[in-house]
């Protein structure tokens, strides 16, 4: 035992000792946790006569679980629909870069600044 404490101490005592959560407080709070995460992912379905593990919406109960969230769906995107393009400074001395009119140009190295560009 991390404490030194006998193995008949009282988990409560060890709890309050360690300042941990007591463990049916913290099952309580992870699977209305999970449950509310479910929800607003639309694979929690709570129907009024359930029993069981849909039980928590009714046991642990706010306000504040029934107001929606901004949470969103994680979406990768694997496209790059832009170019990245390092010129030399030859082609910017020579202004032989191809650019169009809706072309963003980012100077990185801060030369924009006091007209040294």
Known sequence: CITGAMSTAPTRALEA??????????????ARMTAYRMKLQYQWYDKPS????????????????????????????FERPFE????????????TIDTKNDDLIWYTDGSKKCNLS
């Open 17 to 30: 000792i360690l300042n941990l959560t007591p463990l049916d407080i913290f099952m309580c709070s992870s």
């Open 50 to 77: 359930s029993g069981g593990h849909t039980s928590i919406t009714k046991k642990i109960y706010h306000p504040t679980l029934l107001m929606p969230s901004d949470c969103m769906e994680r979406k990768y995107v």
């Open 84 to 95: 990245v393009v390092f010129p030399t400074r030859e082609e910017w001395d020579n202004n």
